[in-house]
């Protein structure tokens, strides 16, 4: 088996960072699930670059679909339990939510518009009750929550801080 190359980590994570600025371009108002900050494609690159780190000494890390390979992960001690849990509740929030867009607009689609009415119809779609807050708050407060807590994973792994740590073990 051919050496992990020790650019590995940094050249994901610069490829991450293109692929946010120029695919997704969110703004204030405007969010991408897929490519945008804390989106899937944070949890997936994640798993697939632990994936390669880590596979040669672990065969059942070699599956295809993200949520088994992050149970995978957890099983070998390779993701904490912590992590593990938000990045596979975070996953499969997002993942409901762009299984939600496709259906509403009848097409594929990963982005969405922070127009209060806009979100305010997505968000009840996606059950989120009227009370105690205001479903289209709710929503978005569960959205950045979200996508904050998987960002700070994907850092902690990924980010030039990571440099300094040991993510080999």
Known sequence: EKPVPDTLRSEIY????????????????????????GGMVDVEFLAQ???????GQHPELRCANTLDLLDA???????????????????????RLENKLRLVHDQS???????????????????????????????????????????AIFERFLGPEADTKSSDS
């Open 109 to 151: 689609i990963s982005e969405l518009s922070g127009d209060r009415t806009y979100l305010e119809k997505l968000a009840r779609r996606l059950g989120y009750p009227e009370r105690p807050m205001r479903p289209d708050q709710a929503f978005l407060a569960d959205y950045r929550n979200t996508t904050e807590k998987i960002r």
């Open 73 to 95: 992960l957890e099983q070998k001690g390779i993701l904490s339990f912590a992590d593990h849990a938000e990045l596979s509740t975070g996953y499969a929030f997002l993942r």
């Open 14 to 37: 610069r490829l991450r960072g293109r692929m946010e600025s120029e695919i997704a371009k969110e703004s204030a108002d405007h969010f991408n699930i897929k490519t945008g900050r």
């Open 49 to 55: 670059y632990l994936q390669i780190l880590h596979g």
